[in-house]
């Protein structure tokens, strides 16, 4: 719950830096696309989320991947910390 717990914070910090408005109550059926985050935002949250966890699955898979929904996103991250990534 942690994990999720700082990406939402990320998310809400990235949102703000680059003017974008989030729905409310992003949960974890929650397209990607319809969160208010734009494809540059999206961009911002990976790199922030690198700086702060210390990975970047998407540039590590072997297979490209994109989340669909939050939770899928979360996923992501979640699968590639219990790697050991």
Do not use: K, W
Request: hydrophobic share 45%; aromatic share 8%.
């Amino acid at each position: 719950m942690e994990l999720e717990h700082t990406i939402r914070q990320t998310l809400d910090q990235v949102a703000i830096i680059a003017n974008c408005q989030l729905i409310d109550n992003i949960n974890d059926d929650t397209v990607l696309l319809q969160s208010g985050l734009d494809s540059l935002g999206f961009a911002m949250l990976v790199a922030q989320l690198e700086e702060d966890l210390g990975i970047d699955p998407f540039s590590q898979m072997q297979i490209a991947v994109y989340p669909r929904t939050f939770a899928e996103f979360v996923g992501v991250y979640r699968q590639t910390l219990a790697n050991g990534n």
